[in-house]
Every structure is written in C-alpha cells, then in structure tokens.
C-alpha cells in the first residue's frame, strides 16, 4: 500500500526566511507520481506540481523549488524568500502507475509572519 | 470551462438527515473521486469511479454512496447523517495521459457540519 508522510504539522517563519517541507513516501510500485497541493486560507487545492518516478531532475520555480531524491523516498518542496502570501497548508501526494487514486500526506501549515 | 463544480458550499444536516452532494465536471475525465478533509489527517478517499457506471470503495465509504451514471456527474449521498461526518468534502477528477497520471482537479469544497 502507498503512504505519504509529512512530519512537520507546523512552520512559523518570518517574512523572506526560506521553508524546506518534507515528504516522504512509501511504495512498492517502480513507477509512480509525486505531487504538491497548495490549500490557501480560502479553502480550495492548488496544484503546484507534478514529478514522475524516473524523472529525478530537481526543478526550481520562481521562488519554489523541488527536491526528488528516489534513494531516500523523499520528495521536499522549498519556498524561497517566503512572503506573506505563502501561508497555507501543502500537501504532499502519490499515485501510482495506472491507478488514480492519491494518498495525501498529513499537511504542514505554513505561516509567515510579516 | 468551469472545470469541476460541487454544490453546495455549505451545509448544515441533523443527525439522522438525508442529502447529496453535487459534482460536476466538464472536462471529460475518465476518473472522478470524493475525499473528505479532517484537521490532522490530510484527505482521505471515500469513493472513486474510473467510468460511468463503475464505482468502487475507497479508504472511508461507510455512510456514503454513489453513483456515476454519466461521465460529467459524480454525486455523494449521506444516507443518515452523523456528527462523524462532520468535515470538508472535496470531489476531483483526473485522466491518465501520454505522461501517465496527470494532477487531480478538484472543486471548491463543501463544508459540512452534523448536529
């Protein structure tokens, strides 16, 4: 069975502190997909990210960036300089091949602090 | 393109009350789900159907039902209402593409409260 786990329940930073979020999964398939949502005060999942197993290759974006290590079953997400308006709760996320169903990890909640 | 639309955004049940929740979509995803959000847990997966009359049970069905007798609607039934299922509803729906499984859209939730 697929697990996610997102062991830090909660991040206070102050504004332009960097944040590191973990993730770590767990699977027995060979391929598979990773994912970050975003869930705002307002309620509603923003997708921010999508990586496939054989696809390492770390990936920046704006102010985030994204950690996929297979080695360690690790998949961190990096927000850079964080603002204000990156208070939220991420949410790590896997599927795997040929099965839509996500497992969600727990959640950390983000809050920067102006 | 409205993308995935749930209805209602909030609702408020009496233990042992009837109702379903909406969900709808338009871009003709193959595969539509519900999860249910809870402080400290994530979102956990109720149902899940990968086409118009297939459905099949996921990680937390009991209480619920569904039914998907087209490929746009996905609706979630509560037969009996219990405090239990108090939380935040969300339906998404997604398709497997060239580059295998792609993101899950999801809808704007429905918050639920039992009294």
């Known amino acids: 069975a697929q697990k996610v786990t997102q062991a830090q329940t909660e991040i206070s930073v102050v504004e332009k502190e960097d944040v590191t979020l973990d993730c770590v999964y767990e699977?027995?398939?060979?391929?598979?997909?990773l994912f970050w949502y975003k869930q705002p005060p307002s309620g509603e999942l923003v997708f921010l990210i999508r990586?496939?197993?054989?696809?390492?290759q770390n990936e920046i974006s704006g102010r985030y960036s994204w950690n996929f290590q297979k080695s360690t079953s690790s998949f961190n997400f990096t927000i850079t300089a964080s603002q204000v308006v990156d208070s939220a709760v991420y949410f790590c996320a896997l599927s795997e091949a040929n099965d839509y169903k996500l497992s969600f990890g727990a959640g950390t909640t983000v809050t920067v602090r102006a | 393109n409205a993308g995935v639309t749930q209805t209602p955004k909030f609702q408020v049940l009496k233990t042992g009350q009837s109702m379903t929740l909406q969900c709808a979509q338009d871009?003709?995803?193959?595969?539509m789900s519900w999860y249910r959000q809870d402080p400290g847990m994530g979102l956990r997966l109720i149902h899940y159907s990968v086409g118009a009359g297939i459905t099949d049970q996921g990680e937390v069905p009991n209480g619920y039902n569904v039914s998907r007798s087209t490929t746009e609607d996905f609706p979630l039934r509560l037969l009996s209402a219990a405090p239990s299922q108090t939380s935040v509803y969300f339906c998404?729906?997604?398709?497997?593409?060239?580059?295998?499984?792609?993101?899950?859209?999801f809808g704007q939730g429905t918050r639920l409260t039992v009294v």
């Open positions: 871009m003709n995803h193959e595969y």
């Open positions: 998404a729906s997604s398709y497997i593409g060239e580059g295998g499984n792609t993101e899950a859209f």
């Open positions: 990586r496939n197993s054989f696809d390492e």
């Open positions: 699977t027995r398939d060979t391929t598979y997909y």
